[in-house]
């Protein structure tokens, strides 16, 4: 049995509580919180620990799954769990990528622990089919499309508009433009051409719609380099119709062969998710496992998706995979 | 530079030879063929030798790709020639890989080299998406589907079929099944639900169309449990508009998570292929470099697209990848 630890215990949390239920060779050693342990209630009455408790842990953990932001508590947690664990994290601030792995790398090889960072869907599950497509088709281009889904960030940037008392935003792929990159077209897209923005918005009483849809549709970096629609709605239908947390997206290579390149290629990933956190958490146990497996086998420092065997990820031995799955 | 080999001078030899030039890092040592060299005309003038002339250029070529066939050629050479060799071979016969497996590994773990069976897009990619898949979502159900594409071994049923002059088969998912599965439904498929064939057929002069019709359609094991189209064309026809070799598929995966399992979640890779030899010999080339790689750094013996941790197929280093793709 492999000894899992959730460290962070908001969506993503629960989301790695749930898959370990999937994952017969896993068991959920403790969940380690920044709250007073006594008033966190889990959903499997797991045994809830504060965070400063993991230090005496080392024992009873193999596997550390680090489920907090990228934003401020991954690039130091990482690292200082890593002296003492191995760990898997999502931390997906693409542009810090290089920078957390030599920090995290630093610390992984002199503890002799396996860490895995930035896994889930992009990075990750997106980030594999990247590297896939591209190494069997060099002659071509790549196209991430992210939606339909809520975009928790634009959500929050909404939320802070004045006037606004609650917001969801969903990033939303232009059809068109998917279908011109399945042609083989190859299209050149700017960033309008690809997504639209989806705002839903709960005004507060008496302010003035007009201006809180202006300040939105131009906002730098959020909306303005999209066509943005702004709806209204009660907080009871936001409630109603825009809880849960999806999303998805599509990673599509188009490519050429032949000695010609007369023959063209079309590679294709898409996930469609009900529940964003809870598949990023599907991913990350999966890579818990490739952890505990890695660091069995003498692979120590940072890795990251590119770097696992796929056959790590699995509960099944080599032997039963080629049988089945070859 | 990765001095790669072709054993075999086919349709899949001639992609691996187009492929290689996608490959900077690659050059084309040698083509062995059952032919007369001096008959054989390569694509790019590389040079030819008899398959015979292998056992001497050890020394020369740092991977040989095998591009025979799997029910004669493949069981015999791959074993063969990683006596000597790095090989990768396109082995898909499903229900002998374990078999084959074992063949080359005992050979490959004796001579230190490392051999990757069973390497193309299904098995293959296909596969590759199979594992990763079921190990996110445990709990879930698998869907393979095939085509639009032509099936080799169909239309060479078809003209075995007496009065039949020239054929050519496409294997056709059915757009229902392929729906039901992406809506989450998860169910389950018969093999006539899940694909059709559709065949075209030039008769020989005076033949019975209705008899040829008639023995197609009720074919065990190609024919009879598919609903079935024949439709009968000059041969003229035939070769104007069925003379490529496209192919392609869908492997999706449908699964729940949630304490109560109430979110479900779509994984769907799909291939749109214009030529289905070059592009198994572009995943052929990308998994050369791996066992390149991999017999550099001690890990022989065989292996499969499960075992090959994805950067080893990519041309770029692994900092670059983290920067660029993750």
Redesign the interface.
Known sequence: MIRIGIFGYGNLGK?V???I???PDMILAGVFTRRDPGEVKT??NAPVYKIEDAVNMANEIDVMILCGGSATDLPEQTPQLAKLFNVVDSFDT?AR??EH?ANVDDVAVQSGKTAII?VGWD?G?F??????A??????GKDYTFWGKGVSQGHSDAIRRVEGVADARQYTVPVQEALDAV?SGANPELTTRQKHTRECFVVAKEGADLAKIENEIVNMPNYFADYDTTVTFISQEELDKNHKGIPHGGFVIRSGK???NK??????????????NP??T???LV?YA?AAYRMNKMGMVGCK????????Y???FD??Y???T??
Chains 1, 2 share one sequence.
């Open positions: 989301g509580e749930c898959a239920q999937q994952n959903l499997t693409h990528i290089p792995f930035s990075p599950m980030s594999l089919n990247r590297l896939y591209g190494a069997v088709l060099p002659e399945r062969t032949g000695i007369e023959n063209n290629h079309i590679i294709e990933y898409s996930l469609k998710l009900d529940s809870e598949f958490s599907s991913v999966a496992r990251t998706v590119f770097d696992v065997p796929p056959a990820l699995s509960a080599g032997a995979l080629r049988k799955l070859l």
